[in-house]
């Protein structure tokens, strides 16, 4: 069974501009999660997305968002890059039917660098 | 709130040694579910294993052994007979029942250096 991908590995942008990352989860996974990875802040939760709906959300501004699609890829976005967004972007996939006890498996992230 | 302390920082062992990582938990709920995370250089967390709340066996594999406590809060995570193959960054990390769905929160990981 294939892990859960991310795409792109390495993204390079500039302060002020806005950023797509892609998830695809494990097959037959509905649930996605995506944290965030930053030297000083540690592993943060940003969101998760179960069947196309956001179901939980940490404490980020909205400039970061995320959606999900109906054959369960998601998507992140962050509006109006700074410099403090660069960080390693994790996603993670799970059943997302049995709630806090599923376990979360993470794809390799998205290393972002906003200059 | 949740919080999740791993309090070793850095360790440094020479191969064969065993080690011994730390992680203390904090939660208002009482089912809630313990986890640890292994992060190679790589970057990807691979996830080593999961506990609830109501499971205080401890669990045995392989070389690597997990001790839960609810008394003193604590999830601790045994490597025996260390090898080069096991530095990584390992995270502790917490979801709660009440929290619907899936959200974790970690410790702030320990880095194990395994020297030869």
């Known amino acids: 069974k294939a892990g859960v991908t991310q795409t792109p590995r390495y993204l390079i942008k500039t302060r002020g501009q806005q950023v797509t990352l892609s998830c695809s989860p494990i097959?037959?996974?509905?649930?996605v999660s995506w944290y965030q990875q930053t030297p000083g802040q540690g592993l943060q939760f940003l969101f998760e997305?179960?069947?196309?709906?956001?179901?939980n959300k940490g404490n980020f501004p909205g400039r970061f968002s995320g959606r999900q699609f109906s054959n369960s890829r998601s998507e992140m976005n962050v509006s109006t890059l700074e410099l403090g967004d660069s960080a390693l972007y994790l996603c993670?996939?799970?059943?997302?039917?049995?709630?806090?006890?599923?376990?979360?498996?993470f794809g390799p992230g998205t290393r972002l660098t906003v200059l | 709130a949740q919080k999740v302390t791993q309090a070793q920082t850095e360790i440094s062992v020479v191969e064969k040694e065993d080690v011994t990582l730390d992680c203390v938990y904090e939660t208002r709920d009482t089912t809630y579910y313990l986890f640890w995370y292994k992060q190679p250089p790589s970057g990807e967390l691979v996830f080593l294993i999961r506990r609830n709340s109501f499971d205080e066996q401890n669990e045995i594999s392989g070389r690597y052994s997990w001790n839960f406590q609810k008394s003193t809060s604590s999830f601790n995570f045994t490597i025996t007979a260390s090898q080069v193959v096991d530095s990584a960054v390992y995270f502790c990390a917490l979801s709660e029942e009440e929290t619907s769905g899936s959200r974790l929160t970690f410790g702030e990981g320990t880095q194990l250096t395994v020297n030869p």
């Open positions: 997305y179960f069947s196309e709906t956001q179901r």
């Open positions: 097959s037959g996974h509905r649930s």
């Open positions: 993670a996939s799970s059943h997302g039917t049995s709630g806090a006890t599923d376990t979360q498996y």
